[in-house]
């Protein structure tokens, strides 16, 4: 059973545009959530992550949004770049535990 | 400061084979997680120790797949007979404390014929 979920295999989006990155999850205990991103042949790399008790964490062009009621988080990336092509996991904390969904492969292009 | 290292890079074998997987983490991180990346589950958690103690192993396949933390710079990932459908990255991650984010190696990748 899929804990974590990443509904969308990929995306596809212009250069300069918004970049959503969408995740649901079922465990209500979840209280830390983290982003990844990943390029082939390289292991997945830390992006931004947000604790339970808030619903919006911001580095640069990188925003999570968390939605508890819901159970739902998003990574939005704007403006958009060719170098965040990638493949993004996001990830959900538990006693120590860390469960990643299917990942979605963002495709920026020119 | 060196990240996580795996070995090998690449495995190629051949069914029935046991396959030994091999992490060192970074030094003075005391959680390891062993995780398997396939198409279908993404990241899939197979084993996490803490203080080279194992907490949970849930996500392990089946009987054919072992993991040991023997000190707190090794551990490995054993599969034995390995079949075609262990293919997959095989990827070790490390990561100071019980909480926070992991550091991953760069994966081995197994292809079992």
């Known amino acids: 059973d899929q804990q974590v979920k990443q509904n969308s295999p990929s995306l596809s989006v212009q250069e300069g545009r918004i970049s959503i990155l969408n995740c649901d999850y079922t465990?209500?205990?979840?209280?830390?959530f983290l982003w990844y991103k990943k390029y082939p042949a390289e292991g997945p790399t830390f992006l931004i992550s947000?604790?339970?008790?808030?619903d919006k964490n911001e580095d640069g062009r990188f925003t999570v949004f968390l939605n508890k009621s819901a159970k739902h988080l998003s990574l939005h990336i704007v403006p958009s770049q060719p170098g965040d092509s990638a493949v993004y996991f996001c990830?959900?904390?538990?006693?120590?535990?860390?469960?990643f969904g299917q990942g979605t492969e963002l495709s920026v292009k020119p | 400061d060196a990240g996580v290292i795996q070995s090998p890079r690449h495995e190629v074998t051949e069914m029935g084979q046991e396959v030994t997987l091999r992490c060192k983490p970074i030094?003075?991180?005391?959680?390891l997680f062993w995780y398997r990346q396939t198409m279908m589950r993404g990241l899939e958690l197979l084993i996490y120790?803490?203080?080279?103690?194992?907490?949970?192993d849930s996500g392990m396949p089946e009987d054919r797949f072992s993991a040991k933390m023997p000190n707190a710079s090794f551990s490995t990932l054993k599969i034995q007979p390995s079949e075609p459908r262990d293919s997959a990255v095989y990827f070790c991650?490390?990561?100071?404390?019980?909480?926070?984010?992991?550091?991953f190696g760069e994966g081995s990748r197994l292809t079992v014929l």
């Open positions: 947000i604790s339970s008790i808030k």
């Open positions: 465990n209500s205990m979840f209280d830390y």
């Open positions: 030094s003075g991180h005391n959680s």
């Open positions: 990830a959900a904390s538990a006693r120590g535990k860390l469960i």
């Open positions: 991650a490390s990561r100071a404390g019980w909480a926070g984010e992991l550091f």
């Open positions: 120790f803490n203080n080279n103690v194992p907490i949970d």
